[in-house]
């Protein structure tokens, strides 16, 4: 779906580092096993920018060319450019084409203004025949003027029209850094704006692009102006959503749990000619889960079944926490033996949830047992389980299990969840454990499970409700 | 599997937030304690509350229970013993709600 991966999320630029031999006076021959720069053409890969941050398009120099180690410290733009003159003059080695765009990246990320960086730009054609703008040095200064705090789009448009001027009409690569960009500034209406621009001027967005403006718009916008931008595309420019554009749609309505919208979502898909994968039933599952409604749930999955679409870990992790979270862990436990006969073999997921749903049961010693049964298959507890299990432990009024396994937790350094620290406080308390409870308290801060505040006002709530509950005479 | 009101915790009431964690002119009689002029409510809680551990101050065959000694006697109350349970409803006595 595009996503951008967090190693390549941010590439901090700094010339320095790809710099990293600042010796200018090297001939070029007493480094026989550095391979020329030039030897590489800089080709502009068509698919593969999807996958990367704007940034990165242009700034991975993977051999440092020996030159002076330089950074731009200023915004100033006659200090660029004198800057730049003395790197031209002061190398002799050959010239690279990403050498430019990395300085003009470099400038870019410290400048106020477009039009210094385009001065810039101009100022090295000039001063530097051999340099010859490609594609990637104007996508420098598209994502420069995407990211200015600007509130309208004429920086954008200004960088656009020098483009076109000089030759190089806007791709679909270009329509996704705009959009990209601007999305990341949190400026979706105006990518929504230069989406519908794009559309008629240069170049529509593809799918990746399209569903990137989906998902920001789904984050932050209501439904209707998610389905009318939808409704505008196809009707105006003919761009209909695809499978995955549905999916993030129907997951988007199943957060805000409404399962009409997702129901009748599911209906267009079809009518669209989409085939429903599993992908898609997972995210609805997911929706019924959060509802409680495990006859859904089941429906969901019998629906699968019914389609042929096979359904993988998530569905039956989904299906496994749906059914316990309604009530009806017997029917889950089943699924246990299902999912190893399709080759799933259950996971701390799905073990957790199905200990969740007997706790809620109050057959805590039954999720204990299942502890022991889920070790014995080599299957590791995480805190999350433990969590669930001190939990369940405390409302069933089991203080001794429940001390025994919070000294496990202890010792495994595993962090306690507000619910968990919360009930287990009171059991203690109830108990006359005071001194328990702050070492509990104690740990809870030691091992920044939770914040100072909230652990502090737990127990003082606690203790408070302690009091009261003693001087009314009620049983504790 | 937390019950929604559970995870709404005092991080989200403004109000109560502020009473724990801003800081307060304190008396001159925590201030001998604190050894600070200005400390929040969670802060001195904190203070003493190491304070007793540090000094071994539980009760050895009750550790619910805390023998003060001279200086934590002076900031509560002036009692000899006093419950752990209690503690967080004496150093509030130091924290009166300000006057509105």
């Known amino acids: 779906m595009g996503k951008v991966p967090p190693a390549l999320r941010a590439t901090p630029f700094l010339l320095s580092t790809l710099l990293r031999n600042p010796s200018p006076a090297l001939p070029d021959h007493q480094q026989p096993e550095t391979p020329t720069p030039l030897s590489k053409p800089h080709h502009f890969p068509k698919k593969i920018p999807k996958k990367k941050s704007p940034k990165s398009l242009t700034t991975a120099i993977e051999n440092p060319i020996p030159s002076p180690s330089i950074t731009f410290n200023s915004p100033n733009l006659s200090d660029a450019k004198s800057l730049f003159n003395s790197i031209i003059t002061s190398t002799t080695i050959p010239f690279d084409l990403k050498f430019p765009n990395s300085i003009l990246q470099s400038f870019a990320s410290i400048s106020s203004s477009i039009d210094d960086s385009i001065s810039l730009l101009r100022h090295m054609i000039k001063t530097c025949p051999p340099f010859c703008p490609d594609r990637s040095t104007y996508h420098v200064l598209l994502s420069q003027s995407c990211k200015s705090p600007n509130p309208t789009l004429s920086s954008v448009r200004k960088t656009l029209n020098l483009m076109v001027t000089d030759g190089f009409h806007p791709d679909k690569v270009t329509t996704d850094i705009a959009v990209r960009t601007l999305c990341n500034a949190d400026r979706i209406d105006d990518a929504v704006e230069l989406v519908k621009e794009f559309c008629l001027k240069h170049s529509p967005p593809d799918t990746y692009t399209y569903n990137l403006l989906i998902k920001h718009l789904c984050r932050t916008r209501t439904l209707s102006t998610v389905n009318n931008f939808i409704t505008e595309m196809r009707e105006s420019f003919e761009i209909k959503p695809d499978l995955v554009s549905y999916t993030i749609l129907i997951d988007n309505v199943c957060n805000r749990k409404n399962l009409r919208e997702a129901t009748r979502l599911l209906e267009l898909l ?3 000619g989409f085939k429903p994968d599993r992908y898609v039933y997972n995210t609805i599952m997911k929706g019924y889960c959060m509802l409680s409604q495990g006859s859904e749930v089941l429906w969901v999955y019998k629906k699968m079944k019914e389609d042929g679409v096979e359904p993988d870990m998530v569905t039956y992790n989904t299906l496994i926490f749906g059914l316990s979270k309604s009530g009806r862990v017997k029917e889950a436990r ?3 033996g299902v999912m190893a006969e399709t080759g799933h073999f259950p996971d701390e997921v799905t073990y957790t949830s199905l200990m969740n749903g ?82 509990v308290f104690d740990y809870a801060v030691e091992s920044k499970s939770l914040k100072d505040v909230a652990a502090y006002s737990t127990l003082e709530s606690t203790l408070k409700w302690l009091k009261k509950t003693k001087e009314q005479g009620l049983a504790i | 599997m937390l019950p929604q009101r559970m995870k709404k915790g005092i991080t989200d009431n403004p109000k109560k937030l502020a009473n724990l964690i801003d800081l307060v002119n304190l008396p001159s009689t925590l201030r001998e304690f604190v050894g600070q002029s200005q400390i929040s409510r969670l802060g001195c809680f904190m203070r003493v509350w190491s304070y007793i551990k540090a000094n071994n101050l539980q009760d050895p065959n009750n550790k619910n229970v805390v023998n003060c000694d001279e200086k934590l006697r002076s900031i509560l109350l002036g009692k000899p013993q006093v419950e752990l349970a209690e503690l967080p409803t004496l150093i509030k006595l130091h924290f009166p709600k300000a006057a509105k």
């Open chain 1, 270 to 272: 079809t009518e669209d």
């Open chain 1, 334 to 336: 089943k699924f246990l």
């Open chain 1, 358 to 439: 007997m706790c809620r049961e109050g057959n805590a010693f039954g999720a204990v047992q299942l502890l022991e049964e889920m070790e014995a298959k080599g299957c590791t507890p995480n805190s999350c389980t433990y969590n669930t299990l001190l939990h369940g432990l405390c409302k069933a009024k089991l203080l001794e299990k429940a001390i025994e396994l919070y000294g496990v937790m202890k010792e495994g350094d595993m962090k306690l969840e507000t619910g968990s620290y919360g009930t287990f406080l009171r059991l203690l308390c109830r108990h006359g454990r005071i001194a328990e409870a702050y070492e």
